[in-house]
């Protein structure tokens, strides 16, 4: 691909990302990362109830261009000795529709908001990548 064949592709995919559609990105993006902790708490819940582990969501500050800083739910995880983190990263990610990450003494799990189908980029699911 030479350099106006990438432009033209450039050009192409910032047409459908328009400035005046920005606050509507980052409203579903909050509303992803709501519906993210609303498939893992009922799988916690039962664990918090025995005593088996904790969790508190507390404010997490992101900065992004186009929006600045603002605040999102971040988990945290306890049980025994050990402690898990879990974390919006951000919607601007190169592939993704945002990404949350999982963190623990020994390692990071990612989960990146993508498209269902590519034909229907409006169904986006989580989707997990082990190892990076």
């Known amino acids: 691909m030479g350099k106006l064949e990438f432009e033209e592709m450039l050009d192409k995919h910032n047409i459908l990302i328009a400035k005046d559609d920005s606050e509507k990105r980052h409203q579903e993006w909050l509303k992803a990362i709501d519906q993210f ?7 916690l819940k039962p664990f918090e109830e025995k005593g088996q582990l904790r969790y508190e ?3 997490v500050f992101l900065v992004e261009d186009g929006v600045g800083t603002y605040t999102v739910g971040g988990m945290q995880l306890r049980f025994g000795n050990h402690a898990v983190s ?6 601007d990610i190169v592939g993704a529709h945002g990404r949350i990450d999982m963190e623990a003494a020994r390692g990071t799990v990612k ?5 269902k189908d590519v034909f229907k ?5 989580w989707k997990i990548l082990l190892y990076s």
Not at 37 to 43: E, G, Q
Not at 121 to 125: S, T
């Open 37 to 43: 902790y609303a498939m893992i708490i009922p799988w």
């Open 57 to 59: 969501i507390s404010e």
């Open 86 to 91: 879990i974390r919006p990263v951000g919607k």
């Open 111 to 115: 989960f990146f908001l993508e498209e």
């Open 121 to 125: 980029p409006e169904e986006l699911v």
